[in-house]
């Protein structure tokens, strides 16, 4: 069962999916992770990835699709978790493709739904928490950066949510709710 989880960032799609790789044995595929990895893997596009990083370079599309691909081409697990991709319409279709390309389907899009005000005192107050834990919070965990990525989101990423309806694959849940409750309507959707 191959899913995506979508919803601006803090909305929890991280905490969903970890909870998922424990509780269903998927894999979880975010594209962050992918990246670093792939970065010090010694692959052919391990090496691709860390020259366009090193040059300060954005990683394209076409990069990102080729990491998936090696990832769908192993262990499958209980399926795969899209996490941070795709975020665009093209990626989306690419995405399309090369689940076509290697035999899978997607079998839900979970949209995590959270207001705005919400998701920035979330993210804001996460950031405090590691502080006050001795950690450091991420560089783009205050509210201005907050608001810009919303706002990225809101451009690139939102369309998504009607490309998938129309598509019949589509469901909202209420991010708002507690990890748990959250997780419990996750599992209904899949087990639907």
Known sequence: MNIILLGPPGAGKGTQAAKLVED?????????????????????MGKVVAEVMDRGG?????????LIREKLQGDKKG????DGFPRTLPQADALAELLE????????????????????????????????????????????????????????????????WAKGLSTAVDGLNDIETVSADIAKVLDA
């Open 24 to 44: 269903r044995n998927m894999i979880q595929l975010s594209t962050g992770d992918m990246l670093r990895e792939a970065r010090s893997s010694g692959t052919e």
């Open 58 to 66: 954005l990683v394209t599309d076409e990069i990102v699709i080729g």
């Open 79 to 82: 399926g795969f978790i899209f």
């Open 101 to 164: 390309e290697q035999g899978e389907t997607l079998a839900a899009v979970i949209e995590m739904q959270v207001d705005d005000e919400t998701l920035v005192k979330r993210i804001v107050n996460r950031a405090a928490e590691a502080v006050a834990a001795g950690k450091e919070a991420r560089a783009d965990d205050n509210e201005e950066s907050v608001r810009f990525r919303l706002t990225e989101y809101y451009k690139k990423t939102a369309p998504l949510i009607g490309y998938y």
